[in-house]
Each structure stands twice: as structure tokens, then as C-alpha cells.
């Protein structure tokens, strides 16, 4: 079978096993993740792991790199994109070219793997795909490391900031109203702790408590929970498919997970990771935050609301009747 069948049929059967789990492929199930490596041409992998995790067993020929690898050493606060040209050079060490399908693992059920899919994405590199599962799962094709021949890799494409918000696009979006999604644990949220990294406990006021974990298997498999699964949560909220959405964590890394999920596999079309996260944000001393448990207008009346009609009716009403009660107990007395 020579390489142009070999690669009609794995494209045929990766379309149809994506169609299958109802997905654009971004994510990939453990078969069609081992297809790629198997069968088609220019295909990178990475694992987002350290060094001890990789030294235990990896997917073979796969290269490795890890958080201070693509963060910005020269910011005042841990977890910042690091500059393109960093990125570059980065893929370049790692024998990536612009042509590459590059394919992502980590140990942590993809959220490491989902932020450096967003950074590709962010600076230009559109053809890349995570693992949906677990390493485990690919135990069949573990082997020896890449023998890495360096590049000099460039973007294919320009800057897109679709994908990404920084501190002022984050506040300038909170007060016009957009969905604030925190992907963060509940003792985070409710700043019961402080995780290393950031400057005070709490949450960013008028975000939603939608942990990252809601999207997968955590104690199983790790893969992606049904499309349904995934929906009710985001309907509970009013989302909708073109809602203002930003998706935010303690550094940019479990937020990106969310940021995929709701773009790559449920549609929604206005989404941002905000890169700082909660430790830039608590690192501004000056900005707001909330602690404890979330309150929903259900649980509680905004005084800013005016009353409505019925409102203001029933009131008139109890009014009327306590003066009534008021005037028979008079005439009694007299």
C-alpha cells in the first residue's frame, strides 16, 4: 500500500470516527491519535510533561517540553505567553516545521496539551490536535524519544487574537456583562486558598463557578464527557452559542481546556482564554474581588432593580389591608 492510499484511508477513517463522537477532530480518541502517528505524512508529537513524567514512558519518537519552556520570563508574575519569536525558536529546537500536524499529550487529562494548543493557535499554528484520554491508553506505541534535527521553524500564519484576552480586554468585557467562566477548583473560587503563584485568594467578581474537570472522565478515563453532558451545565447559565465568554484559571493552562471545549467542540463562537489568570489579576491589588459561595439572582434581590407593577401592587395591597385592620380596632375600642 503505497503512502497516498495510506493516507486516503486514515484520512477517511479519521473523518468518520469524528463524525462518530460528534467533534471537529481537535481532540483526538486514543485510536485516532495512534492513526495519525501511523499513517499520516509530516506528523510532530509533544508531550507536555517534566522530566521525570517523559522518563517513565512516552509515546514514541515523541519530543518534550514543559511549562517554563513557553512562559514569559521577563513578566512580573508566573504563567504569561512568551513571545512569538520565543515560540519560534522553541519549535524550531523541538525539529518542528510550519508544515507539521503536531499532536498533544500531557499526564493531566489535556489541559497542559490544551495550552499549548492555544498558544499555536493564538500565533498561527492552526494544525495541531490533542489527546482526548489518557496516556495509558496509548501504551501500545511507547518507544524511544524523537532524535531531534532542529529547524527553522516560522508561523504559517498571522496573529490571531480570537482565542486570546489580556487584563484590560478581561475588565472592559466583565462591565459590559459577558459570561466570566472561572475554571478553577470550588476552594479556589471561593478563595478558601491561595495556590503559589498568586498575590490574594478569591475570585474575579461576576464569575461563574464552571470548573474545567465538569468537561472530562477526571477519575476515569479522562476523555471528553458527552456533548450533552457538556451543554447542561453552559444552558444553566444562559449561554448561548454567540455570547461574549471569557474562560480564566490560576495561570491560563485549565481555562484553555475550557476555552477549547466550548469552541472546538460545542460551537460557541465568542470565547477568550484570559492569559494572566487569576495571578495576574491578584497581583493588581488595586482591582475587586468576591470570596465565599457563589449567590445567584434567584437566592438573593438586587436592590438596584426597580420593583415591578406586581411588585408595587401587592405592597399597595398589604398597605390597604393593615389600615384597614388598624381602623376596625379602633371603632371596637370605641
Not at 29 to 53: G, S
Not at 177 to 183: E, K, R, S, T, V
Not at 205 to 217: R, V
Request: proline share 3%.
Amino acid at each position: 500500500m503505497n503512502s497516498r492510499i495510506k493516507l486516503l484511508f486514515a484520512s477517511v477513517f479519521l473523518f468518520i470516527s469524528g463524525i462518530a463522537y460528534g467533534q471537529m477532530e481537535t481532540a483526538l480518541l486514543p485510536n485516532d491519535f495512534e492513526m495519525y502517528i501511523r499513517h499520516i505524512e509530516k506528523v510532530k508529537v509533544i508531550a507536555i510533561c517534566k522530566p521525570d513524567e517523559f522518563a517513565k514512558g512516552h509515546v514514541e519518537f515523541a519530543t518534550r517540553i514543559w511549562r517554563d519552556d513557553y512562559e514569559d520570563t521577563s513578566a512580573q508574575f508566573g504563567g504569561i505567553i512568551a513571545p512569538r519569536e520565543s515560540i519560534e525558536n522553541l519549535l524550531s529546537l523541538s525539529g518542528i516545521t510550519s508544515e507539521d500536524t503536531i499532536l498533544l499529550y500531557d499526564h493531566k487529562g489535556g489541559c497542559d496539551a490544551a495550552r499549548f494548543w492555544w498558544i499555536l493557535n493564538v500565533y498561527g499554528h492552526k494544525n495541531a490536535h490533542i489527546l482526548n484520554g489518557s496516556q495509558g491508553d496509548l501504551s501500545k506505541i511507547f518507544g524511544n524519544p524523537s532524535v531531534i534535527e532542529p529547524t527553522e521553524y516560522s508561523f504559517p500564519n498571522g496573529i490571531d487574537s480570537s482565542l486570546y484576552a489580556n487584563l484590560d480586554e478581561l475588565l472592559a468585557a466583565n462591565k459590559r456583562g459577558a459570561f466570566i467562566l472561572d475554571a478553577r477548583t470550588k476552594e479556589e473560587f471561593e478563595g478558601s486558598i491561595l495556590k503559589d503563584g498568586a498575590f490574594k485568594s478569591g475570585r474575579i467578581p461576576n464569575a461563574l463557578f464552571y470548573p474545567w474537570t465538569n468537561a472530562i472522565n477526571a477519575t476515569g478515563d479522562q476523555r471528553l464527557k458527552s456533548k450533552d453532558h457538556l451543554k447542561k451545565k453552559l444552558s444553566e447559565f444562559g449561554l448561548k452559542k454567540d455570547s461574549e465568554i471569557i474562560v480564566y484559571c490560576h495561570s491560563g493552562v485549565r481555562s484553555a481546556h475550557t476555552t477549547l471545549v466550548l469552541t472546538e467542540i460545542l460551537g460557541y463562537t465568542n470565547v477568550k482564554n484570559f492569559d494572566g489568570s487569576w495571578i495576574e489579576y491578584s497581583f493588581n491589588k488595586d482591582l475587586p474581588i468576591e470570596t465565599g459561595e457563589q449567590v445567584t439572582k434567584s437566592e438573593t434581590l438586587d436592590q438596584d432593580e426597580p420593583y415591578t407593577v406586581l411588585q408595587i401592587f401587592l405592597i399597595l395591597l398589604a398597605s390597604i389591608a393593615l389600615f384597614a385592620l388598624y381602623r376596625y380596632r379602633l371603632r371596637k375600642r370605641g
